[in-house]
């Protein structure tokens, strides 16, 4: 069965330095991945997707996203953090055994932004 | 155009109570798919709609939880007895097709007392 380890689970950077989310899968196959982030009373948005096109993943507001199969992983990185970044961020993987997007959440990584 | 959204945004219930929650996805999407989030946790699926058909409720944690979308547009899940353990935030998502980025309402959190 899919599954997803998101190692931390409180990250706390400075404005202005890099941000690295860590995010482990565990699949028997070759899975689509997702990262999420939800801003306190705000719905959650979609980052980026991984779908077995491009390693390197970029997605919206500078994050961007490298799959690496040897390591299960799929890293979340931001080279510079801006205060709007704070939030809880969510790594996810989708249940190929089905036909639509039936998705596993990881228990998210709450990120701080220390100005 | 509109979200996703839904109603209440905020219940609170008694013990034993039965409670509706409502889903109001994007106009024309075909999938809806609704999770539990409890604190400090990652949403949890709970069921998954392709336009007015139930195709998957394995998330559903007792048969106190049922879902409906007879229209295959509003979708509302129901509780029947509310207990404290179902205490969370309720999240519903739609998605244009079968597959493809779900788009999240803000939620509803309950309350149960």
């Known amino acids: 069965a899919q599954s997803v380890t998101q190692l931390d689970s409180h990250v706390s950077v400075s404005e202005g330095t890099p941000v690295l989310l860590r995010c482990n899968y565990s699949?028997?196959?070759?899975?689509?991945l997702f990262w999420y982030v939800q801003h306190p009373n705000k719905g959650l948005q979609l980052l980026l997707k991984y779908t077995s096109a491009a390693t390197l993943v970029k997605g919206i507001n500078g994050f961007e996203a490298e799959f690496k199969k040897s390591e299960t992983s799929f890293h979340l990185t931001k080279p510079s953090a801006h205060m709007s970044d704070a939030a809880e961020y969510f790594c996810?993987?989708?249940?190929?055994?089905?036909?639509?997007?039936?998705?596993?959440f990881g228990p998210g990584t709450s990120l701080s932004v220390i100005p | 155009g509109a979200g996703v959204s839904q109603s209440p945004r905020y219940k609170v219930a008694k013990r034993g109570q039965d409670v509706a929650l409502r889903c109001d996805p994007i106009?024309?999407?075909?999938?809806l798919f609704w999770y539990q989030q409890a604190l400090g946790q990652g949403p949890e699926f709970l069921t998954y709609?392709?336009?007015?058909?139930?195709?998957?409720k394995s998330g559903l944690p007792s048969d106190r939880f049922f879902a409906e979308r007879p229209e295959g547009s509003v979708s509302t899940l129901k509780i029947q007895r509310t207990q404290q353990e179902d205490s969370a935030v309720y999240l519903c998502a739609s998605s244009l097709g079968i597959t493809g980025e779900q788009y999240f309402g803000p939620g509803t959190r309950l309350t149960v007392t």
């Open positions: 699949s028997s196959y070759s899975p689509s």
């Open positions: 996810v993987v989708s249940d190929v055994k089905t036909s639509y997007d039936k998705v596993i």
């Open positions: 709609f392709q336009n007015e058909a139930q195709l998957d």
């Open positions: 106009s024309g999407h075909v999938s």
